[in-house]
Structures are given as structure tokens and as C-alpha cells.
């Protein structure tokens, strides 16, 4: 039976040291790379608007992830509010712009994650954790002596700080990143990051080195590795064809991507003429032939 990766660093007291170094990153929060260096424990906040304590909309079993991840009893799947990256057609923007929820400490989120563990929840996901992994890692020697023993999936927008994701290696288990654009120019007009192709390009780097291609139990359930996610974006926005051939030639062709077709011209995408509108199928197929094109064969 696979043991989580982060049950070692607890015994060997390496997760004490990570989260001591994560919460001094709060200080002066550099978490993602906006680098705000606002001093997020004196309560200050910088761009997420995020505080210095875990604020969650929700915890449950997901039925509605990708299938390695659900699996037959859900995933495990905890919404934080607050979002570094604020996309303009975010479609969770109550929660990720608005901060929907409600603030509890690091012990209260390790009492969530035990319980969805007692649900039979296959795995812990915790969506946008990139502006609260500190107390995220905080939480778990707790929920580690209570009896955690799932992985620990990090589903992210993909504008990750990579000092911060190599600090988590050995911590996660499961990778989930967004690839969001290709192109400066547009991740500049819709998520005001116009250095996000190259952010994410050394993020998904480390990502994948720290723990490969997705790995499936003999059910077909997710335990370890990288799982990709590309949102198909009207007029070819997202940069599909630079996205899925960085992740053949730089990652690996037995990668894991979830194409995903569900866009929808949601917050305040009606002001942009280019994506204020859902994508086409036709759109859709000529992205899966993109992928096929460049030997990708998993997870769509």
C-alpha cells in the first residue's frame, strides 16, 4: 500500500523545518510571483487579498474531478477562498475574488481532512492552496498523528513561486496545475501576469521532476505524479499548440493532460470581445488533435 510521502517527512522531523520556512515566508510574502512582500501574519494583505489565516468556502467528496482522482468514493476536495491569479472570467469568483468562507485555524483543517478521509475520500485536494501552503503544511503533522494517510493533491492555477514548490517536494503527492496561456500577451490582459508562460514553464519542470508521470493503483486511482490541466479558450487564446508541445518535449508523452471544454464567459469576460463566448466543438476537436499530434494519449 502506497504511504504518502509526506508521512516520512514527518517522522524524520523535515516537515517541523518546512513549515518554519513557509510561515517565514509570510513575513514578507512571497508565496507566488507577484512577490507583494506584504507582512501577511501582521495582517497585511497584497494582491490575493488574502490574511494570515486559512479561509475555506467549502469541504467535501468531489464527484466532478477527473476520474483517476475521484475514483469510486470522490475527492476529498477543499475550496479556498482568495486566488492569486484572479482571471477575468473566473467562474468561482465569489470565492476566489469575492473570499466567500469563512476563516479557520490549521487544527480545524486537519479535523476536515481527517474527516474526509472518513468518508472514503480517495485523496486530499486543495483547490488555489497557493497563497495559504503554509498553513496548509501546518496543518498536517496534526492530521498526520490522527491518522492522514491519503495523498495530498495541489490543485493550482499554475503561477506558482518556484522557491515555494520546491519547499513542498516530498510534501505532495499529486500535482494538479492549470495551463492557463502560452502567450504574454494574454495572460497579461486576462490574469494581469503577463510572466506566467515562463512561470509556468519552470514550475511544470520542477513539478514533474519531483514526482513524474501520474501513477494509478491497480483501480485506476491517482497516488502520485503530475496531472495536467488545459482550458480550451475561444479564438485559440490559451495557446494550446505551445502548451501540449512544451509538455511532450520537456515533460514526457505519457503525461497526463485533461483537455477541458467547459469555458464559459463568466465574472467580467463580456467585456473582452475575444473570449465572450463558450468555445465551438469544433475548437474543442482541433485541440485534442493538437495533443494526439504531438504524442500526448492520456487523460483526454
Known amino acids: ?21 513557509l510561515m517565514e ?14 507582512n501577511r501574519l501582521d495582517g497585511e494583505k497584497g494582491y490575493c487579498q488574502a490574511g494570515a489565516d486559512v479561509m ?15 475514483g469510486y468514493r470522490g475527492s476529498g476536495t477543499i475550496f479556498l477562498a482568495h486566488c492569486n491569479l484572479r482571471c477575468v472570467f ?14 479557520i485555524s490549521s487544527s480545524e483543517l486537519a479535523q476536515h481532512m481527517i474527516a474526509l478521509q472518513r468518508r472514503g475520500c480517495h485523496n486530499i485536494n486543495v483547490v488555489t492552496p497557493t497563497h495559504y501552503i503554509p498553513q496548509i503544511v501546518a496543518a498536517l503533522p496534526e492530521a498526520i498523528e490522527l ?29 494538479m496545475p492549470d495551463t492557463k496561456f502560452s502567450r504574454e500577451e494574454n495572460a ?4 494581469n501576469a503577463p510572466d506566467y508562460p515562463q512561470v509556468l514553464q ?31 479558450m475561444p479564438h485559440g487564446v490559451a495557446g494550446t499548440k505551445e502548451i501540449m508541445s512544451f509538455i511532450a518535449q520537456h515533460l514526457s508523452g505519457n503525461s497526463y493532460v485533461n483537455i477541458m471544454d467547459q469555458y464559459r464567459p463568466l465574472y467580467r469576460a463580456g467585456e473582452y470581445p475575444a473570449i ?10 482541433e485541440a485534442i488533435d493538437i495533443a494526439k499530434g504531438e504524442g500526448l494519449h492520456r487523460g483526454f
Open 56 to 70: 475555506i468556502s467549502s469541504a467535501f467528496p468531489h464527484f466532478g474531478e477527473e476520474p483517476p482522482l475521484v
Open 147 to 175: 491518522g492522514l494517510m491519503v495523498p495530498l493533491v495541489y490543485n493550482c492555477g499554475g503561477y506558482e513561486s518556484l522557491e515555494v514548490i520546491k519547499l513542498l517536494d516530498g510534501i505532495i503527492d499529486i500535482y
Open 25 to 38: 515566508i509570510l513575513k514578507r510574502c512571497r508565496l507566488c510571483p507577484r512577490a507583494c512582500k506584504v
Open 276 to 285: 465572450d463566448r463558450r468555445i465551438s466543438s469544433r475548437e474543442y476537436r
Open 202 to 232: 519552470e514550475v511544470l519542470l520542477e513539478m514533474h521532476r519531483q514526482v513524474g508521470d501520474l501513477m494509478l493503483d491497480g483501480r485506476g486511482i491517482a497516488y502520485r505524479g503530475l496531472l495536467i490541466r488545459h482550458l480550451v
Open 1 to 21: 500500500m502506497y504511504q504518502p510521502s509526506y508521512i516520512t517527512l514527518h517522522e524524520k522531523k523535515e516537515l517541523q523545518r518546512r513549515i518554519k520556512v
Open 188 to 191: 497579461a490582459s486576462y490574469c
Open 90 to 103: 473566473c467562474q468561482n469568483y465569489d470565492i476566489s475574488h469575492l473570499g466567500g468562507g469563512e476563516h
